[in-house]
């Protein structure tokens, strides 16, 4: 199983980002996934759920309204569309199997 | 659901045995509670889930317990490598809520 996330960088507040996750390893459409975000020197949040079908999406409150978690199933591939970004988004951000695999983070920065 | 850990940070050395504690604020179902470790500068892994489960290659000296509101995770023997962080998790419904951490640290 590898989880490979990528997208992020620095973005001034109010902009956009999106991120990627590229599963390999294993049979993507099997399985729900996750993102989980770490702010520096803070504890783990979780962030976004989508179903295996990506039929169903569950978020944050502190998201919610702002971000989209998506899969593509014939790519093996999933998104996270951050829209009006905070300073409090500020965070590496994960994307997880379930919660069973992990990949390694890809840094988000909001700040002007 | 909201998860509390204890202690914030524990200080022992290899070879000792540590404890570690995480109580909800409801009575939750032990099957979708989860422990994970994560070491410095690098991504969390899973450890339990189950409240009791080892997940796929971890060693024996890791284990989980508990029901209810309060659930465990001892290591039998500290190894140099098990100092990290270790979160609890709750998983069954969304938000998928993790405590806020136990930083174990070499005495």
């Known amino acids: 199983v590898h989880l490979v996330e990528s997208g992020g960088g620095l973005v001034q507040p109010g902009g956009s980002l999106r991120l990627s996750c590229a599963a390999s390893g294993y049979t993507f459409t099997s399985h729900e996934m996750n993102w989980v975000r770490q702010s520096p020197g803070k504890g783990l949040e979780w962030v976004s759920y989508?179903?295996?079908?990506?039929?169903?999406?569950y978020y944050a409150d502190s998201v919610k309204g702002r971000f989209t978690i998506s899969r593509d199933n014939a790519k093996n591939l999933l998104y996270l569309q951050m829209n009006s970004l905070r300073a409090e988004d500020t965070a590496v951000y994960y994307c997880?199997?379930?919660?069973?695999?992990w990949g390694q983070g890809t840094l988000v920065t909001v700040s002007s | 659901i909201v998860l509390t850990q204890s202690p914030g940070t524990l200080s022992l050395s290899p070879g000792e045995r540590a404890t570690l504690s995480c109580r909800a604020s409801q009575s939750i179902s032990a099957g979708y509670l989860a422990w994970h470790q994560q070491r410095p500068g690098q991504a969390p892994r899973l450890l339990i889930y189950?409240?009791?489960i080892r997940a796929t290659g971890i060693p024996d000296r890791f284990s989980g317990s508990g029901s209810g509101t309060d659930f465990t995770l001892t290591i039998s023997r500290l190894e140099p490598e098990d100092f990290a962080v270790y979160y609890c998790q709750y998983y069954r419904s969304s938000p998928y809520s993790f405590g806020q951490g136990t930083k174990l640290e070499i005495k």
């Open positions: 997880a199997r379930r919660f069973d695999r």
């Open positions: 989508i179903s295996d079908s990506g039929s169903t999406m």
């Open positions: 189950g409240a009791s």
